[in-house]
């Protein structure tokens, strides 16, 4: 029986709802960014570019670096905008768009996220880079989906534990990287460590304008967390659910980090630009190394 259109919704041209491209319009191998502006500032370095579709947030190019087909997606902010592009991309290499069902053989992405990020130690300077090994989510958004065989429950079990975690705020859940692509981008200068991913930029990474916290506490204790000789080291708003998604739906995904502020010392990058084309160049190299 095939997926229902109500399910699988497709536009006029036959591609996929949201991103607006077609299974050919994308490589193997793909880069997230959250800014569509940062989309060109990746692909500037290819050495051809084949396509180029936007619609919405989601601006999506395909061409060649060093001889190796590459997509830069861009996503958006935030997990839910990370619930429609992956689902979508899975939907590209591993539904039969004719059909609507299922392909016998799945497809596996390779999926690297480059973002920015706040550290959360003074011991992570800004305009350094790292990479999430782990990455915990407090945003719900996967908790619509069945996570017993990817999340890590005793992370989990000793978060909620050390955070003293108001349960009316949902469960967070803790995916580790994919392993093999932590060890194509890990070097002696990327930190390493469990990222927080959070479902909002304000209260939820306990910014404070004019509104008061329902935990006044969450920045003196999540800095303080450890796991298996990994620190909680950074917050953003994507990696959880990009790992997440990723291990349900068989793909590999790695998030790297451009650390443009430090919440402990209240700085942020004079320079935040330099910092990302510096990470982009880095990553780039990797994944064609």
Same mark, same amino acid.
């Given at each position: 029986?095939?997926?229902?259109?109500?399910?699988?919704?497709?536009?006029?041209?036959?591609?996929?709802?949201?991103?607006?491209?077609?299974?050919?319009?994308?490589?193997?191998?793909?880069?997230?960014?959250?800014?569509?502006?940062?989309?060109? =500032? @990746?692909?500037?370095?290819?050495?051809?570019?084949?396509?180029? /579709?936007? !619609?919405?947030? $989601?601006?999506?190019? %395909?061409? *060649?670096?060093?001889?190796?087909?590459?997509?830069?997606?861009?996503?958006?902010?935030?997990?839910?905008?990370?619930?429609?592009?992956?689902?979508?991309?899975?939907?590209?290499?591993?539904?039969?768009?004719?059909?609507?069902?299922?392909?016998?053989?799945?497809?596996?992405?390779?999926?690297?996220?480059?973002?920015?990020?706040?550290?959360?130690?003074?011991?992570?300077?800004?305009?350094?880079?790292?990479?999430?090994?782990?990455?915990?989510?407090?945003?719900?958004?996967?908790?619509?989906?069945?996570?017993?065989?990817?999340?890590?429950?005793?992370?989990?079990?000793?978060?909620?534990?050390?955070?003293?975690?108001?349960?009316?705020?949902?469960?967070?859940? =803790? @995916?580790?990287?994919?392993?093999?692509?932590?060890?194509?981008? /890990?070097? !002696?200068?990327? $930190?390493?460590?469990? %990222?927080? *991913?959070?479902?909002?930029?304000?209260?939820?990474?306990?910014?404070?304008?004019?509104?008061?916290?329902?935990?006044?506490?969450?920045?003196?204790?999540?800095?303080?967390?450890?796991?298996?000789?990994?620190?909680?080291?950074?917050?953003?708003?994507?990696?959880?659910?990009?790992?997440?998604?990723?291990?349900?739906?068989?793909?590999k995904a790695v998030s790297l980090n451009a650390i443009?502020?430090?919440?402990?010392?209240?700085?942020?990058?004079?320079?935040?630009?330099?910092?990302?084309?510096?990470?982009?160049?880095?990553?780039?190299?990797?994944?064609?190394?």
């Open positions: 029986m095939g997926i229902k259109e109500s399910e699988l919704i497709l536009n006029d041209d036959g591609s996929v709802y949201h991103l607006n491209i077609l299974p050919t319009d994308i490589a193997n191998d793909i880069i997230f960014v959250g800014d569509q502006d940062r989309v060109e =500032a @990746i692909t500037k370095h290819f050495d051809t570019i084949e396509f180029t /579709k936007q !619609k919405r947030e $989601f601006k999506t190019q %395909t061409g *060649t670096y060093k001889g190796k087909r590459l997509t830069v997606i861009s996503t958006g902010i935030g997990p839910d905008n990370i619930d429609i592009v992956l689902n979508e991309l899975d939907a590209l290499v591993n539904i039969d768009f004719e059909t609507k069902t299922v392909k016998p053989n799945v497809t596996s992405l390779n999926i690297v996220r480059i973002g920015t990020s706040g550290a959360l130690h003074d011991s992570i300077p800004v305009d350094s880079i790292l990479m999430s090994t782990f990455a915990i989510g407090t945003d719900n958004m996967l908790r619509s989906y069945s996570l017993q065989n990817v999340v890590a429950h005793e992370m989990e079990e000793r978060f909620v534990k050390h955070t003293n975690w108001q349960l009316t705020k949902g469960l967070p859940y =803790a @995916i580790e990287a994919n392993l093999e692509m932590v060890n194509k981008f /890990k070097s !002696k200068e990327m $930190f390493e460590g469990i %990222t927080i *991913t959070a479902p909002g930029f304000y209260g939820a990474q306990s910014r404070v304008l004019r509104l008061q916290l329902s935990d006044e506490h969450f920045m003196d204790t999540i800095d303080l967390f450890e796991y298996n000789g990994f620190k909680a080291t950074n917050l953003e708003m994507e990696t959880a659910a990009i790992y997440g998604l990723s291990k349900l739906l068989g793909h443009v502020a430090n919440r402990k010392l209240g700085s942020f990058s004079k320079d935040p630009y330099k910092t990302v084309d510096y990470l982009i160049d880095y990553a780039l190299q990797r994944i064609t190394s």
